[in-house]
């Protein structure tokens, strides 16, 4: 069985959201995914690059996302990189859910979301460089 890659770059913009979405539903389409599947890995995708671009830079100038999509077999791997200020979302504990919304702290549903969605989440710091790894077995 081969496997199958696919690569895109976005800038560190909201803006850059509707493309990705675009790219993903291509892809879905392109790699036969199951549609409840493709929208979960939009919204694991969408959460993570909006964390990317609101809190991983301090400054205002242009930076590129790069992510890769592999499917191998029944395995799928994206790989979200970026050179922003080194953040590990894996140390992240999750919120306590059985909090009302008034009661619960600010942040960290996203990253919860991710963990919950996808059935393995890892983070290391290489070469100057966040890298997430999400794999969801299909």
Same mark, same amino acid.
């Given at each position: 069985?081969?496997?199958? @890659? $696919?690569?895109?770059?976005?800038?560190?913009?909201?803006?850059?959201? !509707? *493309? +990705?979405? *675009?790219? +993903? &539903? #291509? +892809?879905?389409d392109e790699w036969d995914?199951?549609p409840g599947l493709a929208? =979960?890995? =939009?919204?694991?995708?969408?959460?993570?690059?909006? =964390?990317?671009?609101?809190?991983?830079?301090?400054? $205002? %100038?242009? @930076? +590129?996302?790069?992510?890769?999509?592999?499917?191998?077999? =029944? &395995?799928?791997?994206?790989?979200?990189?970026?050179?922003?200020?080194?953040?590990? !979302?894996? $140390?992240?504990?999750? !919120?306590?859910?059985?909090?009302?919304?008034?009661? /619960? #702290?600010?942040?960290?549903?996203?990253?919860? %979301?991710?963990?919950?969605?996808?059935?393995?989440?890892?983070? /290391?710091?290489?070469?100057? $460089?966040?890298?997430?790894?999400?794999?969801?077995?299909?």
């Amino acid at each position: 069985m081969e496997i199958k @890659h $696919k690569h895109l770059s976005v800038e560190n913009k909201i803006e850059e959201l !509707p *493309a +990705l979405t *675009a790219m +993903l &539903e #291509q +892809l879905a389409d392109e790699w036969d995914l199951n549609p409840g599947l493709a929208m =979960n890995l =939009n919204l694991v995708i969408e959460e993570a690059i909006t =964390n990317v671009v609101f809190y991983a830079y301090d400054d $205002k %100038l242009p @930076h +590129l996302i790069d992510i890769d999509f592999e499917l191998d077999g =029944n &395995e799928l791997v994206i790989v979200i990189s970026d050179d922003g200020t080194p953040f590990d !979302p894996t $140390k992240k504990t999750d !919120p306590d859910i059985s909090l009302s919304v008034d009661d /619960r #702290q600010v942040g960290g549903l996203g990253i919860f %979301l991710i963990r919950k969605i996808m059935d393995k989440v890892s983070y /290391r710091r290489e070469n100057k $460089k966040n890298i997430l790894t999400l794999v969801k077995t299909l």
